[in-house]
């Protein structure tokens, strides 16, 4: 059955056309017919722990009983309204409230639908700041080797070139500067020379802070966060930090930036704003990015505005979401987890064919020699036999389960993990 499933092709009679899937050999996608708290409950009556919280963005788990009420209130009273000339209450209260957790320079909050739209904006915020300020040679940004900031084409062009999935676009995307994440002395130097040497051209620094999530959960101290937003600030050069993947507690602070001593000039939230509920991002700014559009030239305005920005099923999930955060013990909760997974997954740093294994928050990643197709589906399969979600990918089996995982079901995730990463070794790894 497994060797089918590996081997074989497939005939998906189905019209969806999946997300970064092959769909030739893809193996047939799950159907899922209902979730509750950790659980996905498949059509077979299957139940399976989702290790994944859902690209990590169900962090209260699902169907919270609290954000459901909060989007059925908001369904009856206002759905949605364009935000071009009209404000509702859900959104303003969202606004404030997102300002009110960060530092004090971060004033205005523009709304999205998506992370990689929210990348967009900050981008063309950040291109628009200078020309506004009447400098129209700082056109590009720097960034960093396995970065990963969206999918659509301006954010495509700010991910890892080389590992990156959009290698393939290369040839048509805007130019930027890649630079290798400066955890070392000499890298710094490296970034610094970057930065002397191009900063009359560079708009601004595209960051993940502490954690690079899609581009294979890698980990960086909050000093390095500090280094470079010092060197950003010292050459002109506007920090945007991309928190999609970070925000709202994964890494064990509320925004991760918040464990350095930096602040972003501007700064993504997607994600898990809406505790996973409804799709829904922001880009905010601080007040001198802001002031920079204030003019009397309506050119100088900036010129974006997405239908459904703001909308209002959105800010009541993320707006219920924030008072789980401030009624519930999720941070505690993080806590706990990074406890648990740090004493589950790092032993694994013995096994053949380990690299390397990675705990920050609620996030566990084992970095393997990097796996190919067979044995990505190999894992996966293994995986839902052992009544987990966990979907390995490049040389990463991870973990980013909800806040709310319940501890027996956080140790089956990683009991499993460990188990299939030793049977990987012993089975299928070569030295
Ligand atoms: C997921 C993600 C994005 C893109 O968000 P989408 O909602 O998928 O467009 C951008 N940056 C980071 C760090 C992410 O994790």
């Known amino acids: 059955m497994i060797d089918r499933l590996i081997k074989g092709r497939h005939t998906i009679t189905m019209s969806l056309w999946l997300p970064y899937t092959q769909m030739q050999t893809v193996l047939p996608p799950l159907n899922v017919v209902r979730t509750n708290g950790c659980y996905l409950s498949l059509d077979d009556g299957k139940q399976l722990i989702d290790a994944v919280a859902s690209w990590w963005t169900a962090c209260h788990g699902y169907n919270h009983p609290y954000i459901i009420e909060s989007i059925t209130d908001q369904a009856h009273t206002l759905p949605h309204v364009m935000l071009g000339g009209l404000v509702h209450p859900q959104a303003k209260k969202l606004a404030n409230r997102l300002c009110s957790l960060l530092p004090a320079s971060l004033t205005k909050v523009f709304f999205s639908e998506s992370g990689s739209v929210a990348v967009e904006i900050a981008m063309k915020m950040a291109l628009q700041y200078w020309m506004n300020l009447n400098i129209f040679s700082k056109t590009q940004f720097v960034c960093f080797e396995h970065g990963y900031h969206g999918d659509t084409f301006y954010t495509m062009s700010v991910c890892d070139p080389d590992e990156g999935m959009h290698r393939l676009f290369h040839p048509v995307l805007p130019k930027q500067h890649y630079q290798v994440l400066p955890t070392s002395d000499d890298l710094l130097e490296a970034f610094e020379q ?11 620094c595209l960051l993940e802070p502490l954690v690079q999530g899609a581009g294979g959960m890698k980990m960086h101290a909050p000093e390095t966060i500090d280094a470079i937003v010092s060197l950003c600030r010292k050459y002109n050069v506007l920090v945007i930090m991309d928190e999609i993947f970070t925000g709202f507690g994964r890494t064990g602070s509320l925004f991760a930036f918040q464990q350095s001593n930096s602040t972003p000039d501007i700064l993504c939230l997607s994600k898990a704003l809406t505790g996973g509920m409804l799709p829904l991002a922001v880009t905010i700014a601080s007040d001198t ?17 997405t239908t459904f920005m703001g909308n209002a099923l959105g800010c009541a999930a993320a707006n219920a979401s924030l008072d789980l955060f401030e009624n519930e013990p999720r941070l505690e909760q993080v806590a706990v987890i990074e406890t648990a997974l740090t004493g589950a997954l790092i032993p694994l740093k013995d096994v053949p064919g380990v690299k390397d294994v990675r705990v920050k928050g609620a996030i566990g990643a084992v970095q393997c020699e990097t796996f190919s197709t067979p044995i990505l589906n190999w894992f996966k399969s293994e995986f839902i036999k052992n009544g987990i979600w966990c979907r390995p990918f490049g ?14 079901q956080l140790a089956h995730i990683t009991d499993s993990i460990i188990t299939l990463v030793q049977q990987w070794s012993s089975q299928f790894y070569r030295k």
């Open 194 to 204: 970057t930065l002397k040497d191009y900063a009359h051209t560079l708009a601004g």
């Open 289 to 305: 990015i802001f002031n920079a559009f204030l003019s009397d030239d309506p050119d100088k305005a900036l010129m974006h505005g």
């Open 395 to 408: 040389d990463i089996v991870y973990t980013t389960p909800a806040f709310t995982i319940a501890p027996h």
